[in-house]
């Protein structure tokens, strides 16, 4: 298996870079795709806030990046047909982490997952960066707020830079405000809209009953739009590397289809 990266990347916080992230995961694994999410927010960790995850004094990413285990020993199952690597919570953890670790950690995932998600932290750090440059693509977020949208331009800038490209945006809180279309923005970004999630009080409700809300209320509003970000980026070869194939109900790895002498690698 050769997955593909994905970096959920957005220099300011509170947008919602973890909910995109685990909805994201949810919407793709409903394709029976092995998925993880590795929060890679290793300062400000809340995945598990976020997901009835019993990490309870297991191993964190926290651990891998000291060298002190696996990444395979600190990943969990969660609900919503996922995995996830959670970071710690604990300050000498993370002072203890070396991001040299993260990318033959990412690496051994990469090698046992259809997708891998990172999920980063805000601002624009090593912390940041290091995840980042070992994506294969990235995933913008933001709300459609000014501060938002200006933190946002330089975002693209540095995943740019960290060779690891934008394919698109994902607008969270959207129709609240006087902000202005979400296709207005994703232009003033220069950058495709992938998708652009309302307000919702059923994201909190997930979030407090631990499951994502593809999952916890799948006829939501915010549900459907997560799965049309995951739809969007199915199409994007550059993203996730698959394309739709008609005959097959399925997807396939479209490069490693030819690299390997016409042999499709189909997820159902």
Request: without cysteine; glycine residues 12%.
């Amino acid at each position: 298996m050769d997955g593909r990266v994905l970096a959920v990347v957005g220099a300011k916080g509170g947008v919602g870079k973890t909910t995109t992230s685990l909805n994201l995961a949810a919407a793709l694994a409903e394709d029976g795709r092995a998925v993880v999410v590795v929060e890679a927010d290793l300062a400000m960790a809340n995945a598990v806030d976020f997901l009835d995850v019993d990490v309870n004094g297991g191993k964190t990413l926290h651990d891998v990046l000291a060298g002190g285990a696996g990444v395979g020993d600190a990943t969990y199952p969660a609900p919503g047909g996922f995995d996830v690597v959670p970071s710690g919570v604990d300050l000498d953890g993370f002072v203890n982490a070396d991001l040299d670790r993260f990318p033959p950690a990412l690496d051994t995932l990469r090698a046992r997952y259809d997708a891998v998600i990172i999920d980063t932290g805000a601002g624009v750090s090593r912390e940041t960066v290091v995840p980042t440059a070992s994506a294969d693509g990235a995933v913008l977020v933001s709300t459609p707020r000014v501060a938002s949208i200006r933190d946002a331009d330089k975002t693209m800038t540095v995943a740019e830079r960290a060779d690891a490209p934008v394919g698109g945006v994902v607008l969270t809180k959207s129709g609240t405000g006087r902000s202005p279309p979400a296709e207005r923005i994703a232009a003033f970004l220069g950058t495709e809209l992938l998708g652009h999630v309302p307000h919702d009080e059923a994201i909190p409700d997930a979030q407090d009953a631990g499951v994502p809300t593809v999952a916890h209320a799948p006829h939501s509003d915010a549900a459907s739009a997560y799965r049309q970000v995951a739809a969007a980026l199915r199409r994007r070869p550059d993203m996730l590397g698959m394309t739709v194939t008609a005959d097959s109900g399925g997807f396939r790895f479209g490069d490693d289809a030819a690299a390997d002498g016409g042999t499709d690698r189909f997820f159902r």
